[in-house]
Each structure stands twice: as C-alpha cells, then as structure tokens.
C-alpha cells in the first residue's frame, strides 16, 4: 500500500533563511508526487508535482522539489522564506498505475518568523 | 481563477442525523472527489465520481455515505446517520482529467461538528 510519511509536524525558520519541508513516501510502482499548501480557512493549494524527468522541479511562489528516487523521498525547498510562507504543507503520493486514490501525508506547519 | 466552493463552511449536528454536504467544482471539470481530515490527522480519500457514478470507494465510505450530482454543478455528499467520529473536515476536489498526474483543485471545506 501507498504512504507518505512527513516526519515533522512544525518547521520554524526565520524570515529570508532558506527552508525545508521533508517527505518520503513509499508506492510499488513509479510515484506522482504532490504538494499542496493550505492558508487558515482555505482549501488544499496546488504547488508543485514531479511526474518524470528532471529531478528538480519548480513550482509556485518560488517553492521547488526534489524527487530522489533512492532514499524516495520529495523534499520541499525554498531559498528564502517570507512570513507569508507561514501554513500547513501536505505532501501526496498516487501510485503511476492510476488505480489508487492520492494518499497525504499528515501535514508539516511551517512558521516562518520575522 | 476558478474555484471549487463548499458550503457549509460549518455545520454542527446532532448525532444519528443526516447532513448533505455540497460542492460546486470547477465548471468544465468531470472527476469529484470528497477527502476527510480528522482533527491532527491525516487527509483521507473518501470516494471519486465521473460520469454520475462512483470510480473508487475507501473502506471509511461505507453505507452511510452516499454521493450524488444532482444537477450540472453541484456535487454532494450525504451522511445519513451521523455518529461522533464522523466530526471532521470534509475537502471537495475536482480534476478536469483522469490521468493520475493530474493536480486536484480542492474547496476551502465544511467543518463537520457531530455532538
């Protein structure tokens, strides 16, 4: 079965200090990974996936992520972190065969101070 | 930009009470999902829908659940009976496509209270 695992509930960084949110997941065929942010009383944001290829990938608001297929993992970067980055980031997982529902991780607060 | 909507943003009920739940999703979207989210934990795949009919349950959806697209733009989701652990938040999404790289478009969800 498919899981995704956030090892970190809260993240606190200071204001123009790169950051990083961790994720790993696990799937038995080739991974579609996802992250998502989400603001107070917002729904789930889309912000980047990696689907094949470059192993870097870039997404909104200057937020990239870098697929690892050895330590399978899809850390979520940074460079410079604004007090607006502040919300809780969901990492997701779907298995490439298409035949499994997205799975989430647990969520990662990130709080960025000034 | 269009937006997938939810509404209620809360409803608060008493338990054993049915509660419908409803979604406007993006409009030249095709695929609707609905996500739970107890309190701290995580967000859990509940039921997809295409073409008037479910593609994929989870165990949690069992017979207590039920969707449905009444009309072109609304998309529902009912609780017939509701019980204590049925209290969380419930996400609506809609993808315009299948394909399982597609990024799903979510609500701002309902804050289900069950008392």
């Known amino acids: 079965a498919q899981s995704v695992a956030q090892p970190e509930d809260q993240v606190n960084v200071a204001e123009g200090n790169p950051l990083t949110v961790k994720c790993t997941y696990s799937?038995?065929?080739?991974?579609?990974l996802f992250w998502y942010v989400q603001y107070p009383n917002r729904g789930l944001q889309f912000l980047l996936k990696?689907?094949?290829?470059?192993?870097l990938v870039k997404g909104s608001y200057g937020f990239e992520a870098e697929f690892n297929k050895s330590q399978t993992s899809f850390h979520l970067k940074k460079p410079s972190a604004l007090v607006s980055d502040s919300a809780l980031y969901f990492c997701?997982?779907?298995?490439?065969?298409?035949?499994?529902?997205?799975?989430f991780g647990k969520g990662t607060r990130l709080s960025v101070i000034a | 930009e269009p937006e997938v909507t939810q509404t209620p943003s809360h409803q608060v009920t008493q338990m054993g009470q049915e509660v419908i739940l409803r979604c406007v999703p993006i409009?030249?979207?095709?695929?609707f999902y609905w996500y739970r989210q107890i309190l701290g934990q995580k967000v859990e795949f509940l039921v997809s829908?295409?073409?008037?009919?479910?593609?994929?349950k989870s165990e949690i959806f069992d017979d207590q659940f039920s969707v449905e697209r009444p009309d072109g733009s609304n998309f529902t989701l009912k609780i017939r009976s509701t019980k204590l652990e049925d209290s969380a938040m419930y996400f609506c999404?809609?993808?315009?496509?299948?394909?399982?790289?597609?990024?799903?478009?979510f609500g701002p969800g309902t804050r289900l209270t069950v008392l």
């Open positions: 999404a809609s993808t315009k496509e299948r394909a399982p790289y597609n990024e799903q478009f």
């Open positions: 799937v038995s065929g080739n991974p579609y």
């Open positions: 990696y689907i094949t290829g470059d192993n």
């Open positions: 997701a997982v779907r298995d490439g065969s298409g035949n499994t529902p997205l799975v």
């Open positions: 409009s030249n979207h095709l695929y």
């Open positions: 829908f295409y073409n008037n009919e479910i593609s994929e």
